[in-house]
């Protein structure tokens, strides 16, 4: 099967909305008017979009208990998509660290290090659950997550080069 080259798909698929019209949305989409109208929405539902990520907390813990690799990135993957949008900022840091590190992992063929990803899990939990200290902390420990999976991969590296 032979793969397509962008500018055989963009042929193949031709835009839906002329330039001037793909223009005007996009313009309609960035305006100040548009943004505050999305802010207010997201603000109205963000209790209802925390008690989400609480429930894929709840989910991801649950997967590693089982030890179920997959449904624990495919779980942090969800956290990290909505946690920001529901003001847990930290949290989706936190989930973006082990998504990264189980990701690299897995296209390796490799087991996840369970120290490396029960830090990471149990950072999450705090961080969804407790906002204050997520407020106050969630940047530092996301930082500390973050260098501890770029040192556990550069020592995958080294290993797999010998």
Known sequence: ???????????????????????????????????????????????????????????????????????????????????????????GRIANGLCHYLDTVARLKLKPDVAVASLHLDAIVRSARTEGEAAQHGDAVAQELAALVVRKLAEIKVSATG
Request: no cysteine; aromatic share 4%.
């Open 1 to 91: 099967m032979r793969k397509h080259s962008t500018v055989e798909i963009i042929r193949e698929y031709p835009p839906l909305l002329s330039k001037a019209r793909s223009r005007q949305a996009m313009n309609m989409l960035r305006s100040p008017e548009t943004i505050s109208k999305a802010s207010r929405i997201i603000a109205l539902k963000s209790t209802e979009l925390r008690g989400a990520v609480l429930e894929l907390v709840a989910r991801v813990e649950d997967a590693a208990r089982a030890g179920d690799w997959a449904l624990v990135y495919e779980t942090t993957h969800e956290i990290r998509g909505l946690a920001g949008t529901a003001g847990l900022t930290a949290t």
